[in-house]
């Protein structure tokens, strides 16, 4: 089936610790997003990828880092660097204009 | 600069009612696409629909419909004869270029509670 998987589904990080998230999509969409969703903050976008190589920085990038190697993988880093990182996080994919569509997501949470 | 406003932070209905949630955006784009998700508990985002700014025609689908108007730069959503598995976080986004490239731009949503 295509779609968009994100792992894990829940993760825990202790303070200092870089953790990295996973979102893989086979659908063949050049463009890959990363959100941010915090309790009645809707979503915030973190970094945004339109094509294999390159990527630019959205709305919240401090703290977090990505890559794209691939056209069907775009790993989120959450660094030691971002002070609140305990959210859900989104990631997304879309053709040009066509709606984005969504992973399962993954809670972080900071112990 | 771009915005999308739902000013409705909440709601809550007894199953059958119809329900409108709202939303006002603000855009300088003259193409621009407008959508709605939504979040059910699990937390994955569903697409619900996509208007482009050039048509205005209101859709239905089954018991949802949707009311675009450029006038009063809304687009509207209601859920006719509601049901508990209506229930969920409903978003509102705009898509606009920048720079070449597109970005969705929600807004804060409005949680809907359908109870039996």
């Known amino acids: 089936d295509g779609g968009i998987t994100q792992s894990p589904k829940y993760l825990f990080r202790k303070e200092g610790q870089n953790v990295t998230l996973s979102c893989e999509q086979n659908?063949?969409?050049?463009?890959m997003y990363w959100y941010r969703q915090d309790p009645g903050q809707g979503l915030r976008l973190i970094y945004y990828s339109q094509i294999v190589n390159d990527f630019q920085k959205g709305d919240i990038a401090e703290g977090y880092s990505v890559s794209r190697e691939k056209k069907e993988s775009f790993p989120l880093t959450v660094t030691s660097a971002q002070k609140n990182p305990t959210a859900f996080y989104l990631c997304a994919s879309s053709a040009s204009y066509i709606e984005q569509f969504f992973g399962p997501g993954t809670r972080l949470t900071v112990l | 600069a771009q915005k999308v406003t739902q000013a409705q932070t909440e709601i809550s209905v007894v199953e059958k009612e119809d329900v409108t949630l709202d939303c006002v955006y603000e855009t300088r784009d003259t193409t621009y696409y407008l959508f709605w998700y939504k979040q059910p508990p699990s937390g994955e985002l569903v697409f619900l629909i996509r208007r482009n700014s050039f048509d205005e025609q209101n859709e239905i689908s089954g018991r949802y419909s949707w009311n675009f108007q450029k006038s009063t730069s809304s687009f509207n959503f209601t859920i006719t004869a509601s049901q508990v598995v209506d229930s969920a976080v409903y978003f509102c986004?705009?898509?606009?270029?920048?720079?070449?490239?597109?970005?969705?731009?929600f807004g804060k949503g409005t949680k809907l509670t359908v109870n039996p």
């Open positions: 986004a705009l898509i606009h270029t920048q720079g070449g490239s597109e970005k969705l731009v």
């Open positions: 659908l063949n969409h050049d463009a």
